[in-house]
């Protein structure tokens, strides 16, 4: 049933802060290297990679050893200024290590909206994949407001994340969360729940099975995940959401094991066109 995930070339992995920070505020470098080691040995193989990676805010309450989270906007987008150079030297530590470069792209809505610049942002990606150079991506925290008039935020990474999937039309979107998949009911709180292999359109029903907010440090929940699968359908992309604790894992998802919840149209996933 998965095998055309082996055929998928360009990949968009999106990582959540609970992947990234221990429950104590610290950085979790253990998977952080284990990632890269994936993400570069995937490159190795010939596929093209671009990171969404979350984390600027706890890394930099981390880096400034703030005792609690600040709540002003002020606070958080300096915080974010902090923690985000601090997330780049680490990812840029651990992939060097790989052999591979990295290169920052932060992005808000607006330059995805606005034509001239989108094709800007296309082709960045397109030339750094073109030099093997892994894009590391977030929102341009600085400067994101949501007003209506000039809106220049995503919301969430994991919309970011499956916009900028659409915008480099990319094969498969995997999302890194602290949980292994999508389960009808929110499984921290319900032992009995039940995980979905495979979702083939994203209904009322599902998103009711969603939940509100997700751990201490995610901000998006399963709610927006599931919004971000729907964009990736819409798209005629596949999405698989899957626990970041072992990034290892991504070689079998890539190798077509039935780990995680896949999303994928179900004309896709039984015609196996390889998209
Ligand atoms: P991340 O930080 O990785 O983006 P979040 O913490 O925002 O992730 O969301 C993941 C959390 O969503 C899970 O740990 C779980 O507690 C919660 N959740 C709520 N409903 C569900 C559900 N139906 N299936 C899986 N997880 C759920």
Do not use: W
């Not at 055929?7 to 959540?16: A, F, H, L, S, T």
């Not at 292999?197 to 029903?205: D, F, K, L, V, Y």
């Amino acid at each position: 049933m998965r095998a055309s995930l082996k055929n998928c070339k360009r990949i968009v992995i999106k990582v959540g802060t609970s992947t990234l920070m221990y429950p104590n505020g610290n950085v979790n470098l253990r998977t952080i290297e284990k990632l890269a080691m994936v993400l570069s040995d995937l490159c190795n193989e010939g596929k093209e990679v671009v990171l969404v990676s979350s984390g600027a805010i706890g890394v930099g309450c981390h880096k400034l050893q703030l005792p609690t989270r600040p709540t002003e906007m002020p606070d958080l987008q300096a915080i974010a200024a902090v923690g985000q150079s601090e997330l780049m030297n680490i990812y840029n530590k651990f992939f060097g290590e790989y052999g591979y470069t990295v290169g920052q792209v932060l992005l808000t809505r607006d330059v995805i909206d606005y034509p001239t610049s989108r094709k800007n942002v296309i082709n960045t990606f397109n030339k750094l994949l073109e030099n093997r150079i892994i894009p590391i991506v977030n929102e341009n925290d600085t400067v994101a407001i949501e007003e209506i008039e000039h809106l220049t935020k995503f919301g969430d990474n994991d919309r970011l994340s499956a916009i900028v999937l659409e915008v480099i039309q990319a094969d498969l979107l995997i999302m890194l969360s602290d949980i292994d998949g999508f389960y009808d009911s929110n499984p921290t709180e319900n032992p009995d729940s039940k995980m979905f292999t495979e979702i083939h359109q994203i209904t009322p029903e599902l998103q009711s099975l969603a939940g509100g907010k997700g751990s201490a440090f995610g901000t998006g929940g399963m709610f927006t995940k599931l919004a971000a699968a729907d964009k990736v359908l819409k798209n005629d992309s596949k999405m698989v959401l899957t626990n970041g604790n072992q990034p290892a894992i991504i070689f079998d998802i890539m190798n077509g094991k039935n780990i995680g919840t896949l999303f994928a149209k179900e004309a896709l996933v039984k015609g196996e066109t390889g998209q």
